[in-house]
């Protein structure tokens, strides 16, 4: 089958995805341009939030690429790029402010970050295989394949809807460290609001795409299964 009515839902997904890098892109080089009140840079902030949480341990590291900012939980490092490290405006300690709050979910072991890290050598795999069992299970009408490479395609799917409340979480507790470092002042909140906001739109947009996919595959799986019966 080329066509499936949920493409047109899947189509309008992937619309809303690429407006949401559009929003990251535009929120991240218009709130770059607004300095701060406290005058800290990324790094500054993030210092100063990681030690305030009792993590002296972690270190800030400078990162090449734009919005390459991360937390790694296995070296137990915040990564900045350079915009977000140097930088001296409401986009880079929202930033740097949500990178650390990923660093303080790990040490309160946040329930969901926990999962994500436990599902994320298997979701490696089963991610990797599923779309060959898909594609196998297609062409050659073996519906055996695509209930398979469904299952599989299903642990990627919970692992994107997992991350949402980790996401969403983590520039939650940036918010609400900035205000009560005194970092920023209660007229700066619409700009970190602005910037976070729009990063956390962008993994809305990737679950709802791998949802409506996974509920593609599953319809397709039915009907095949039903259209054998029939024959």
């Known amino acids: 089958m080329?066509?499936?009515?949920?493409?047109?839902?899947?189509?309008i997904a992937f619309g809303l995805s690429i407006w949401a890098q559009f929003k990251v892109k535009g929120n991240f080089s218009k709130w770059s341009e607004v300095g701060t009140s406290s005058g800290l840079s990324g790094a500054e902030v993030a210092r100063r939030i990681l030690d305030s949480n009792g993590l002296y341990h972690i270190p800030i590291q400078v990162v090449p690429g734009q919005l390459s900012d991360h937390y790694d939980p296995i070296s137990k490092a915040v990564r900045l790029s350079e915009n977000v490290y140097y930088g001296r405006s409401i986009a880079s300690i929202s930033v740097a402010a949500h990178e650390v709050g990923h660093a303080v979910q790990d040490k309160e072991s946040y329930r969901a970050?926990?999962?994500?890290?436990?599902?994320?050598?298997?979701?490696?795999?089963?991610?990797?295989?599923?779309?060959?069992?898909?594609?196998?299970?297609?062409?050659?009408?073996?519906?055996?394949?695509?209930?398979?490479?469904?299952?599989?395609?299903?642990?990627?799917?919970?692992?994107?809807?997992?991350?949402?409340?980790?996401?969403?979480?983590?520039?939650?507790?940036?918010?609400?460290?900035?205000?009560?470092?005194?970092?920023?002042?209660?007229?700066?909140?619409?700009?970190?609001?602005k910037v976070l906001g729009a990063a956390a739109l962008t993994y809305v947009a990737a679950a709802l795409i791998s949802v409506l996919e996974l509920l593609k595959f599953v319809m397709i799986f039915f009907q095949g299964n039903n259209e054998e019966q029939e024959d």
Do not use: W, Y
């Open 113 to 193: 970050l926990v999962l994500r890290h436990r599902m994320f050598p298997l979701v490696n795999i089963t991610s990797g295989i599923a779309p060959f069992l898909l594609m196998g299970g297609f062409f050659l009408h073996q519906t055996s394949l695509i209930g398979l490479g469904i299952i599989l395609f299903a642990a990627a799917v919970a692992f994107q809807v997992i991350t949402l409340p980790v996401e969403f979480n983590a520039s939650t507790r940036a918010k609400n460290f900035m205000l009560a470092e005194g970092i920023i002042r209660n007229h700066e909140e619409k700009g970190v609001n």
């Open 2 to 11: 080329l066509f499936h009515p949920m493409d047109i839902l899947i189509f």
